[in-house]
Structure formats: C-alpha cells, structure tokens
C-alpha cells in the first residue's frame, strides 16, 4: 500500500462524536493508518499497485464505497462537494441562454473558413462581447490575438502552403431535362441553407453540360454526378476524362436520420477541397441526386448549369485569446480551445459560443467575489482547430499544464440524436476497449503503449458531467469513450498535454447543411459548458480537500476497468489499467497537495 491511502485517510474529516462502532471503526482505521505510514515510509521509491484486497479491505473496513447515481454511462464517481462540485453550481446558474444563443444565431450566420469574411465578423463579434466583460481592460483579464501564416493543403502536394482566405457569396444548380428548369440548390447569402453546396476552397466557376452518371461515362465537357466523396483520387479521374465539374451527394453513415424521418434525404455534405483543386466541385443532398439520376434516365438526357461565386483575401490567420490571470501561479495555464472555422451551428457555434459566455459569466463571478480567483491562469482560445492550439502553445511563455476542447456541445439530443460526451485522451482503454465504454461510429484511432501519460483529467471530467447533472435538474444523458481525435485535444496529446474533448455524438446532422439553430439545445449547450469550465476551474486551482474524491473516484473506475479485464481474461490489460490509476493517484496528489517536482 502507498503513501496516498495514509494522506487519503489523513485529510478526510473524522466525524466529531464517534458512535461506538464509529470508535471501534475509527479505532481499526487509525491502526491501518499506522501501519499505512510505516508501509509509505517504505516506498518513498516510487508507487506500488494497490492490491485489490487491501483496496476491498479499505473500503468494506475504512469506509463505506458509495457513489453517485447518475445517469452516465461509465464508471461512477464518489460524492462529495469538493472537485467540480465547488463550482458546477455557480457555473450553471450564471451562465445565459439568451445572450449565448444569440451568440450561436450570430456565428451560425456565416460559413466560417479560417480568416475568411465569417471568421473575422466571428472573432470580432467576440472581442467585443469579452472587452465588455472587462476583458482587456481589467489587468487581470487579459485580451488579444495571435497572427500565424494562414496555410491549406494544396492539389498535388503533401503538407500545408500559404492560401488565401476564401469566402463562399453564391452558388446555384439548376437541372435541365424534361420540362421546366429546376433549380435543385442555391444560395446568395452568406446564412444561405444550400450554402454547403460549395466545398472549402473551391474557386468561382460557371459550368453547363450533360449530366455523367458513372465514371465510366463521362465523356468531355460533361459533369460526373456520384454518391461517392469527391476524393483526390475521384477528381483527379473525372479531370482526366476531360469533366467539367464533380457533383457529389456524398453523406457518412451516421448521417442517417436516427428518428427514421428521412430527414437526411435534403442534407448537404460539408466538404473541404485542396487549395487549386483543377475543377468545380458541388456538394448536393441524396434527393437531388436522386432527381438527377432519374432525368438522366429518361431518352432526352439530362444537363446541369452550375454557377459558384467565391472571394478570396489575403489574410492572416488569427486566434483569439481570453485569459483570467491566476493568482500566485499565474504562470502556469490551463487552456480551453473552441473551433470557430467550419459551417455548422452545433458544430461549432454552439462550443466557441458556450465557452464565450462561460468566460463572461466567469468574469462576473470573480468580480462579484463569488467565485475565488484560481491559482493557475485559464486560457480561452477561438480560432482554427488544432492550428489555434498550436499557435498559442508555439507563442506562449506560460507553461501548459491542462488543456480542454469545447467542441459541438450543444446538440438537441431530441433532434440530432446526439448526447454529451467525454473523450478521455489516450489510457489503456484506447488500446483495449471494454464494456462500459464503447466507441462511437467516429471510430477508434490507433495510438502506442508508450504514448499514454496517466493522469486523473478523465476522472475530474468525469466529475463534472454528473455534478452539473446534479445541479441542473434534469437528468441528464451523458457518456464517455476511449480516444477517438479529431478535434483540438489531438494537439494537447501531442505536446504530452493532460486533455479532454468534452462533445456531442452520434449527431445526424453533422457536417451537413442541417446544422442549424433547429439543432441547437440552449440548455445542452449550458450544462455542458458549466462541465467544461467547472473541470478547468479545478485544474487550475486543485485543492488538498479535492484529494479524497478523486481518490475514491479513481477507485471505482479501477475496480470497474480491473473487473472488465479479468472477465475478458485479459491480465495485460488488468495490469495496465493499474499501473494506469496508481500512477493517476499520484499525479493528484502531486496537483492537490502542490508537491514541488524537487519534493517528489
Ligand atoms: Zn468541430
């Protein structure tokens, strides 16, 4: 047995009177510590596993292992209102649905490419929102921008080049065959639904020719219409066999209406293209596709006129930073990421909204001293995914120590079918996976043995989600699931970050023209964000009284990975999951108890 259990059991609170067998408990309890403390002097060379039945023997003696109902699917936490629920309260009962969700209406008005005409009205559109907070005024909310090259990948070439900002004004599709014209999708408003129809980076273009429906048939000066994703590989092909344009209705999936409405039947898939990509490419819905191939059928054929119309700037790319000085080590940052690029309103207006208001409602909790300024520096970053991150980890002189993405979190699950997610960075689960988790149709992303970094992020998170669903009312569906990538924790892994992905999943609608405001959940949106920032105030300010929850905490997520392992017969895993949680007691205690790296 390690040192932690004689802290454990040294910062819980004895209960004043003692019933009887309270004293005769207390009594055995104060032998165990004794003899804990002459085991820790022991192992000051570094942790040992816990036996399981000493951790059975602590609980059945030392204390009663109880925890929190909930309604997430995975392992459960211990009570108590220490950890998030020092927060999760006050969080939740600032945060704005108005004034958030006017947010979200306002970036959901543009389809955001980095740098380009939306991206720039969004990220002013929040200075200004977080200026009024104070931020940038108050020394201790500070307020500005980082500059990178703005950079793409290019036709025909691996990696990112310099690229101009690119902004979608119209588009338009018309199919000609029997009868009348009929315009099957088209925009001219930067809120345009059809707006999708044009893919990131696809230049200005006007195109009339026979509609191809395969492959195989396309001849010169005709327009490959196809279900398949207009891959390098696809245009390049078409390109060749002299297409004018690519006209795809492509969908994932899980783009399939979960509530069997068909609803996806009218969905358009977002698609980004390379830079210079040699020929137009249009994205439409199955039904449209549909329509096409039906008038392609009949004996006079069928024709398209496409017209796309786009602008392109030179810019810089920016991100934008909001930071809330710690108090004595305000050197040191805990950071929450929110993309801003991409079209969609849950993904992710509703993130780089929710975080937004989070920040502003945060400001006035410190300034009304409801809440404590936090030890650590927080960090908010708006921006492009992933090239935010790296833009201010590359031009920070702070020192990282957590790092959060607020990414597509405020799914209706009514609508969307999505619920609340936490994605644990990399732990044993993310190479072998067992019940209770399971992954999402996103699917699972290989990663090395050697690359997991215990820590106890997961189970603060974990935390969160089921103290906000306490606070809430409601009761709320969340879930977690081994690493998946995709979103702005991939770079805090990367750069040996202890991170979380807090999102939404499986949501039909993402990525297509569907996400809208109608997809949008104010109170979804609020507790998750309330989850966020209540799992970054605890990392930035971690208590020694925090110390005994996430301990017990850890705890039953052992028991419940160990208990998983055996009844799969998987010792290699067993073991990996206890070398995975002794190490994550250790690095609480180091974070509750501020243990000095000279100290360890
Ligand atoms: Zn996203």
Redesign the pocket.
Known sequence: MDSRRCLELLVRPQPREPAPWRRARSGLGLALVLCLALQAGSCRSGPDPIPDQALAALTAVGRPARYLESNHRGPKVAPGDTVTARFAKSLHAAFEEQRAMALVKFVDGYYRSPGNEGYEAVLEKLHGQLAAAGFGTDPRLKLFFIETPLEAPHWGKSGRFPVKAWTPLAGSLVLHGAGEPKTLHAFDQPSGIDRVMLPVHCDSFEIEGPVASNLESVTKGSLLVTSAVPSRALLSRAHAMGALGVVSGYLETYNQDPLGKNRHLDAIHYHQLPASTPLPVLMISPRSLEIIAQAAKRPEGAKLKAMGQVRWDDRKLRTLAAVVQGTDRAQEAVTVAS?VQ?P?AC??AS?VAGLAESAISLAGLLAKETLAWPSRSLVFLWGD?FRQTSAWLDSTDMTPVAGLSS??TGESMEKTGAIALLERMPDPAALVYLPPDEHTPWGKKEVSPDSLLPNALAVIARCALIDVANVAGSTWTTAEHPYEG??DHDIFIERKIPTALF?HFTDFAYHTSLDRMDMVDAKEMRRTAAAILSTALVLADPKPTDLDRILRSLDAEQQVRVQAAEAAGDPELKERWLQWCTAAREWARIECLRIRPDQR
Do not use: F, P, T
Request: glycine share 24%; charged share 35%; proline share 0%.
């Open positions: 993309h991409e969609g993904d992710n993130g995914e990414d597509m995709g979103s999102w």
